[in-house]
């Protein structure tokens, strides 16, 4: 079954501070992993994809294949990357977490 | 140039009306979806459309009917609209639908509010 688990509902860091969203991930074959981002009143966009293995806005995300996990990070937190974090599995159609929501204070 | 837009952005209807609402994307994708955001934040998938073609029916009541007319639009109707219908509905695209370059990209959303 394809299944994306991301068990922390709301998560709160100050500014500078590290953070790190996690996403668990089920998938029998070799997955392709996304980070969606939705900023307040603004439309869901892609933050990060694993197969780029880029960095966005201070970004990073690893798959570990061995704990099935795909945990989004940024050493420093900025308040403006206060938004909701989707994890999504995008083998046969966009399979979505059931979001993050990071606040991050000043 | 909006990549995929969907109209109206906010819908308030009442109990019982039939509504549609309409997303059309101009990135030449091929697959085309529906995902439903409830109060709790949480995207489920309710439909996909590869050129044209129904893909991935999730449970979702009969009073649910995508429409394609072509492979860049793909329509919501709602019949016998109920309160529980309230939430945000998303439209994305992307460009092939198994593998490869799955990226998806999404309209702004559709806020219903059924009373």
């Known amino acids: 079954a394809q299944r994306v688990t991301q068990p922390e509902k709301l998560l709160s860091v100050f500014k500078g501070a590290p953070v790190e969203l996690k996403c668990n991930y089920s998938?029998?074959?070799?997955?392709?992993l996304f980070w969606y981002v939705q900023y307040s009143r603004q439309r869901l966009q892609l933050l990060l994809r694993?197969?780029s293995r880029e960095s966005i806005k201070g970004f990073t995300a690893d798959l570990n294949k061995g704990e099935t996990s795909f945990h989004l990070k940024k050493p420093f937190a900025q308040e403006e990357d206060s938004a909701m974090y989707y994890c999504a599995l995008g083998n046969n159609d966009m399979r979505f977490g059931a979001g993050t929501r990071l606040t991050v204070k000043p | 140039d909006t990549a995929v837009s969907q109209t109206p952005k906010y819908l308030v209807t009442q109990m019982g009306n039939d509504k549609s609402i309409k997303c059309e994307q101009n990135l030449g994708h091929d697959t085309m979806y529906w995902y439903k955001q409830d109060s709790k934040k949480f995207l489920k998938i309710m439909f996909s459309?590869?050129?044209?073609?129904?893909?991935i029916n999730e449970t979702v009541p009969n009073r649910f009917s995508p429409k394609s007319p072509d492979k860049a639009h793909l329509n919501l109707h709602i019949n016998s609209l109920e309160l529980g219908d309230s939430a945000v509905y998303f439209c994305?695209?992307?460009?092939?639908?198994?593998?490869?370059?799955?990226?998806?990209?999404f309209g702004q959303g559709t806020r219903l509010t059924v009373v």
């Open positions: 994305a695209s992307s460009l092939g639908a198994f593998g490869g370059d799955t990226e998806a990209f």
């Open positions: 998938y029998s074959g070799s997955p392709e």
């Open positions: 459309y590869n050129n044209k073609e129904l893909i």
């Open positions: 694993h197969i």
